[in-house]
Every structure is written in C-alpha cells, then in structure tokens.
C-alpha cells in the first residue's frame, strides 16, 4: 500500500473522532445545553452522519480490495508469462549451442568439411564474404550502401543453407526477448548473456547481416535496440562507413572512435 493510498483512508476516520467535537463547538459555542432533548438531538444528527460516512468507507474498503487483488492477478499473469518466455529463451540458446557446433563449411568441390562451428564463422567472413565484396565493389558505380547489401545477398545465395538457420535462430531469441511481459531489467540481462556467447566473427557476421535485404527489415532494429554490436572487433569492419548503417545504440562507443581505432590500426599494418 503506498503513501497516497494510506492517507486516503485515514483521512475520514480522523475526520469522524474530530469532526462531532468541532461541529458542538460550532454550533453551541462554549455555552453548552443542559437539556436533555437537545442533546438527544445532537446525539442523533451525529448518528446518522457517522453512519453514513461509516457506509461509505466500508463500500470503499470492499472497492479497494477488489481492485488490489485484481492488480495481483494481473501482476502474477504477467510475472507467469514473463517466466514462460524465459524458459523458452533458454531452450533457444540450448538450440542456438547445438547449431553453432553443427555449422559447417564444406567444400564445393570435394564435399568435405574445411571448416565447422565458429571456426566456420571465421572463413565464412575471411573466405566467402570478403572476396564477393571486393568484387562488388570494384563497380564504382554503386553506392557503398548498395555494395555491401549486394554482397552479403550474394553470400546468402551461396551459403545461407549452411548458416542461416543459426541467425533465424538468434534473431528469434530476441524476437522473444523483445515481448512486453520482460521487464527492462531482464531483457538488458538475457541480451548481455546471449551476446556474451558470440565470438568476434559471429558479431561481425551478424552486423553485415543485418546490412543485408532481409537482416535490414526485421534483425537490425533489435540489434540496435539491445546494442548487440557493443563488443564488435572494429578491425574486422571493412569499411568505416559501415558504422554509419547503424543508428548509436547499436555499439557501446561513439562511432568516431570506433573509426580513430580502425585508421590506427591500419597505419600501423602499413609501416
């Protein structure tokens, strides 16, 4: 019960011990009547006020109490729901685990497995996507936008059977994570624990995942709300203007420094 509540209902019962005391000195003064009959009078006009307002609390108090446990249904419903989501959360991380240590690059011309979990990360970056963005952007004809949702498209096409169902996975976790039943409290909790699981090419996959067609619409909104780029490895960027696809709450830092640190270290891969 909070403080407004509390004096709302103290109020009228302090008003009922004051009240009569205050009326009598009103209307007689200090001058007080030894007649009985006036004070049968008095007496019941006191009565039947008292036993109205007395009413009136009690059909208050009935009122109260219905609505308070109204509100604790409703808060327990929520608190039920809120539980539920977090259950399924951690059955998707369980899923996202098994699917990471499942992916797998194979091949194209032998079949065989090169690599596979985040080691697949890795060459899908190194070895798939950043040749076929080289090459698109060799037409500097294109915008920079347009390239990098070009090449990662591209990327899709290639290998999305071999990693997309591992980025529809997380992007349902936070599909879920996103739901009104989690408080913000829990939501910054479950989006710090499933991002603390992703390595640095995972992240930076993710990120020029969400610079794609599909990644754009529905994964990159998240990712800017919960800041799931916080821990990117910005040497991994390919290009400094890529952080500007993304609106601040994406990454932990501002965007300036990011590029500071990314021009460093190229100077310093160049001496």
């Not at 040497?235 to 994406?250: Q, S």
Request: charge should be neutral.
């Amino acid at each position: 019960m909070n403080r407004r509540t509390l004096v709302l209902l103290l109020l009228p019962c302090v008003m009922l011990l004051v009240g009569p005391p205050l009326l009598m000195a009103w209307k007689v003064g200090t001058d007080l009547s030894v007649n009985p009959q006036d004070w049968a009078a008095f007496g019941g006009f006191v009565s039947g006020t008292t036993g109205v307002i007395l009413t009136g609390l009690g059909f208050g108090a009935v009122i109260f109490t219905l609505l308070s446990e109204q509100r604790q249904v409703q808060l327990s419903a929520q608190e039920a729901e809120a539980l539920r989501l977090e259950q399924r959360l951690y059955r998707l991380l369980d899923t996202l685990a098994d699917m990471l240590s499942g992916t797998e690059l194979r091949s194209k011309r032998t079949g065989n497995v090169i690599a596979r979990g985040r080691s697949a990360f890795r060459n899908f970056f190194k070895k798939k996507f950043q040749p076929i963005y080289e090459d698109i952007r060799a037409d500097v004809a294109k915008s920079e936008r347009l390239v990098v949702t070009e090449a990662f498209d591209e990327l899709y096409r290639r290998h999305g059977s071999q990693f997309g169902h591992y980025f529809r996975t997380l992007y349902h976790c936070f599909l879920i994570l996103d739901d009104e039943s989690i408080d913000l409290q829990r939501k910054k909790a479950f989006a710090d624990l499933i991002v603390c699981r992703l390595s640095k090419f995972e992240l930076i996959m993710l990120m020029y995942n969400c610079l794609g067609s599909v990644g754009a619409r529905k994964f990159k909104p998240l990712v800017e709300r919960y800041r799931l780029l916080e821990h990117i490895d910005v040497h991994l960027v390919l290009d400094p203007r890529h952080f500007d696809y993304f609106e601040n709450g994406a990454f932990a830092r501002p965007k300036s420094q990011m590029v500071l640190e990314m021009a460093a270290h190229q100077d310093d891969e160049s001496e």
